[in-house]
């Protein structure tokens, strides 16, 4: 027992000793400060793709990309064009050699969800794929809309809640593989009578399970999260 005491200590010191000068021997590069634009006064880091690292940066309509190389300067920059101007974005997914992106637009009197496929300098061919459509109602379903994905990003996930006598019954699902091939559509409902289900999350996995988290919406402090699933 006396030698595990000592033993421990000194293994972990010789191994942070002989970690830290190739830890600080690392170059730490920082790219020219860049004022934000009033017209994409936000932006979020996408990821990276053979393009490089990129930048989205956003405003009420406006949509810019931004494409940065290895030493942090700007390859190339473009406004994103959609098949309609009017898209509300809800997600873009990011691949090596191409992004899907996924939008809602008001038309007719129904909110519609379209899907579309670019390649990795973000231009596509001009089609959209109609995933889904519902009624305009008074709650703002273009914030409630969500996309999320699987870790390997194989399988695209859009779903939202179904209201019924202003309460969320359900939660529509849409599943798709990553070239916007629908694999299923499915109502799932989240309430019973006696139970009013708040929906959380929604995670997919690379084998096609769909999870959903839900939470019970109940007066007291006391809260039970139950999760369920489906496979499609």
């Known amino acids: 027992m006396t030698h595990q005491y000592f033993t421990t200590p000194f293994l972990l010191l010789f191994f942070c000793l002989s970690i830290t000068p190739r830890a600080f021997?690392?170059?730490?590069?920082?790219?020219?400060?860049?004022?934000?634009?009033t017209k994409t006064p936000e932006f979020r880091i996408l990821g990276k793709n053979k393009e490089g690292v990129l930048i989205y940066k956003f405003g009420k309509s406006n949509h810019v990309i931004e494409a940065h190389s290895n030493?942090?300067?700007?390859?190339?920059?473009?406004?994103?064009v959609f098949k309609y101007p009017e898209a509300n974005l809800r997600r873009l997914l990011v691949y090596p050699e191409k992004t899907l992106v996924f939008y809602m637009v008001n038309q007719?009197?129904?909110?519609m969800i379209y899907g579309e496929k670019w390649n990795s300098k973000f231009t596509g061919d001009g089609s959209a794929v109609l995933m889904d459509s519902m009624s305009i109602s008074k709650y703002d379903m273009g914030s409630l809309v969500r996309v999320t994905a699987s870790q390997n990003q194989s399988k695209a996930v859009c779903?939202?809640?179904?209201?019924?006598?202003?309460?969320?019954?359900?939660?529509?699902?849409?599943?798709?593989d990553d070239q916007l091939n629908l694999i299923a559509r499915e109502e799932i409902t989240v309430n019973e009578p006696d139970r009013n289900m708040l929906i959380r999350k929604i995670?997919?996995?690379?084998?096609?399970?769909?999870?959903?988290?839900?939470?019970?919406?109940?007066?007291?402090?006391?809260?039970?999260t139950v999760t369920d699933a489906f496979i499609v």
């Open 25 to 37: 021997s690392q170059k730490i590069s920082y790219s020219a400060a860049k004022k934000l634009s």
């Open 159 to 176: 779903y939202y809640p179904v209201f019924v006598n202003d309460v969320a019954e359900k939660v529509k699902v849409i599943v798709m």
């Open 108 to 111: 007719r009197g129904l909110a």
């Open 203 to 224: 995670v997919p996995d690379n084998q096609g399970n769909v999870f959903l988290l839900l939470e019970e919406d109940v007066k007291s402090k006391k809260k039970t």
């Open 71 to 80: 030493n942090l300067s700007v390859r190339w920059s473009k406004n994103l």
